[in-house]
């Protein structure tokens, strides 16, 4: 980034940008789109939200992707990673080169990065992956290693193999199938890739009930872990109050944070796992959640808080 | 010459007829980084409770054909933190900001009247009547002709005289004109409508339903009809009382057509979610659609429809 860009905590930008490329790599599209503000604020972890369908579409909400990339060519590229998996996604991966595209971004809290140059170890699931390798460069530029653990159920569906092989100190791959790297999921050899490479700091992203395990190991071993969770999100900029989910905050209270600004990137222990999909009797505003917190009040995160190497 | 698209709001002026809708915009601050919030002609906020609320479980929304269904449950902190945080933020950056608030109790909503009347720079209340009355076996007030009254009228004596006070109705009834005279009789300045239809989805390939609370709000371009209907109908009972419209309007053009319905205001709410400068953008256009017709004032063409039935079906022509 340059020196004269933009703050880095400037806002995000609408643009109607252009497409430059859709690409196929293996069971996923990559799309490539000239939205030059969005390129010069962008973090790593952050997203964008796309509107699909075109003029007078009947699908109303937008689509949100994590950024896998920036690039400075064309003034500035935001690439994201998708599956298609309804007709939105369908559209998106017919779209053509130098057709325009509407999209918002970059959106949400990105990936804290250490002060010191620590051991990473970066794990993602699927395409959970794509926001994993701007973070991994922004490591390097930190002079952190940085260490690869990726899984999915095959080996098409591993994003990013290659590249985390050749850039990553390590690289491990995990597939249900065994069609790729070791057979079983991520969290199966996670405790090995730690100890092989002394990890200080684990970033994840990819399905919940992977940043779940991913996060209840962490603690086991006694490591921070920062993920980026996958809600379902509608507006992507705050105001819908879809994508929320139980964390507890600095202060010991869970509220109900909207995973699109207050995240997409938490601390994995701060996150209740256990009670996404309800709203626990103790949150914040939950009916009687005052006289549930006097009864029996949580520890919250504190014991974790302050960490070294680990600031925001 | 640009027409002049000022518009009254019970006694107050707004410099344009473009509002957001509540629910669908926070309290502003979000939107504030797309769109100027002093440049619409207010910001309706998300319906204010008196006590902090952590909403209904996820999943909380779901697409459906040109529109969505939303199960959100007025998650929100509060009329306190509302008060400290949200109204001054707004009034800060200029915006006018109609406050919406919602309650279980006829005493709640009156409680949240009297706070917001002690604090200033409020430039209108929309009561969200459509929620459970716990002291009527969970009925919505706006489904019951006595309950809206009661609401309105107890809000109306709580709150100062020069802030207008605008019901907010629901749909989902069997004869909405009845509700629209009761709030108007118990002191309602004007008549937003429609809120949301409770409508359902369920997923064929889990064959669960998809929201955990079940049910949901329906909202978008798929609901206009309904709202343009509803405006249509309640104009035409009570031709004198303002209207604030909204319903899946997407464009000028969509502004327009309530407009003509009756409304002399217009809420962007589901628009806003697929395009955050919904608001700015749907103004810009509704003032094109009104100069392309040679209108020169707003105010000359709410509820013109009334006065041109379709050619067809002019008197003697119906066989």
């Known amino acids: 980034m340059t020196s004269d860009g933009p703050e880095p905590d400037a806002g995000p930008l609408q643009v109607r940008g252009t497409i430059l490329t859709v690409r196929r790599i293996d069971a996923y599209h990559v799309m490539t789109v000239v939205a030059p503000g969005i390129a010069a604020r962008f973090r790593p972890g952050q997203f964008v939200a796309v509107a699909v369908g075109g003029q007078d579409t009947s699908m109303l909400l937008r689509r949100c992707f994590s950024i896998h990339d920036v690039r400075p060519d064309h003034g500035g590229t935001v690439e994201f990673v998708f599956s298609v998996v309804g007709r939105g996604t369908q559209w998106l991966a017919e779209r053509r080169p130098r057709e325009a595209l509407d999209l918002t971004g970059p959106l949400g809290r990105p990936f804290p990065v250490p002060r010191d140059p620590v051991s990473c170890l970066l794990v993602g699931g699927g395409y959970g992956s794509s926001p994993l390798f701007a973070l991994a460069d922004r490591l390097r530029e930190r002079g952190c290693t940085v260490d690869f653990l990726l899984g999915a159920a095959s080996g098409d569906k591993v994003f990013g193999a290659l590249t985390a092989r050749r850039t990553g100190r390590s690289a491990t791959i995990t597939t249900v199938d065994g069609s790729l790297g070791v057979r079983g999921i991520v969290t199966d050899v996670l405790g090995q890739v730690i100890h092989d490479a002394r990890t200080d700091v684990i970033y994840a992203c990819g399905p919940m009930p992977m940043l779940r395990q991913v996060t209840a190991l962490a603690r086991r071993y006694d490591i921070p872990v920062q993920v980026a969770v996958e809600e379902s999100m509608a507006c992507g900029i705050g105001v819908c109050m879809t994508c929320v989910l139980p964390v507890v905050g600095s202060d010991g209270i869970t509220r109900m944070v909207r995973s699109c600004v207050d995240g997409p990137v938490f601390r994995g222990e701060r996150v209740r796992w256990d009670d996404i999909g309800t709203i626990p009797l103790d949150a914040f505003g939950a009916p009687g959640w005052e006289q549930r917190r006097l009864r029996q009040p949580r520890p919250g995160g504190e014991h974790t808080a302050g960490r070294p190497g680990h600031g925001a | ?319």
């Open chain 2, 1 to 319: 010459m640009a027409p002049d698209l000022r518009t009254k709001l019970g006694q107050v002026e707004l410099p344009n007829p473009i509002l957001t809708a509540s629910g669908c915009a926070g309290a502003g601050r979000e939107l504030a980084q797309f769109i100027d919030v002093s440049k619409i002609g207010a910001v309706v906020t998300k319906s204010v409770m008196l006590a902090p609320r952590a909403g209904r479980p996820t999943p909380r929304m779901v697409e459906t054909p040109s529109g969505m269904l939303n199960a959100i449950g007025l998650q929100g902190p509060g009329i306190d933190a509302f008060l400290q945080r949200d109204l001054p933020w707004l009034l800060s950056r200029g915006a006018r900001a109609v406050v919406s608030i919602a309650g279980s109790t006829v005493e709640e909503f009156a409680e949240l009247a009297a706070r917001l009347s002690d604090a200033p720079g409020v430039t209108a209340i929309e009561v969200n009547i459509s929620c459970p009355n716990v002291e009527h076996r969970g009925q919505v007030f706006a489904c019951d002709v006595t309950d809206s009254g009661s609401v309105v009228a107890a809000v109306r004596a709580r709150t100062r005289r020069d802030i207008p006070v605008f019901a907010k109705l629901s749909p989902d009834v069997t004869d909405i004109v009845s509700i629209a005279r009761s709030c108007v009789t118990a002191g309602a300045d004007g008549l937003s409508m429609i809120n949301t239809l409770l409508g359902m989805a369920i997923d064929t390939e889990t064959m669960r339903p998809v929201l955990a609370g079940l049910t949901g709000g329906l909202s978008g371009p798929a609901i206009r009809p309904i709202a343009v209907r509803c405006i249509w109908q309640v104009r035409e009972a009570l031709p004198g009382v303002p209207i604030i419209g909204m319903g899946g309007v997407l464009t000028g053009r969509d502004a327009l057509e309530l407009i003509l319905a009756g409304a002399s205001m217009v809420s962007v709410g589901t628009a806003t979610f697929h395009d955050p400068s919904a608001t700015v953008r749907i103004l810009r256009e509704l003032e094109e659609e009104l100069a392309r017709r040679g209108i020169d004032r707003l105010s000359d063409v709410v509820g013109l429809a009334h006065e041109m039935r379709p050619a067809g079906r002019a008197a003697g022509s119906v066989v």
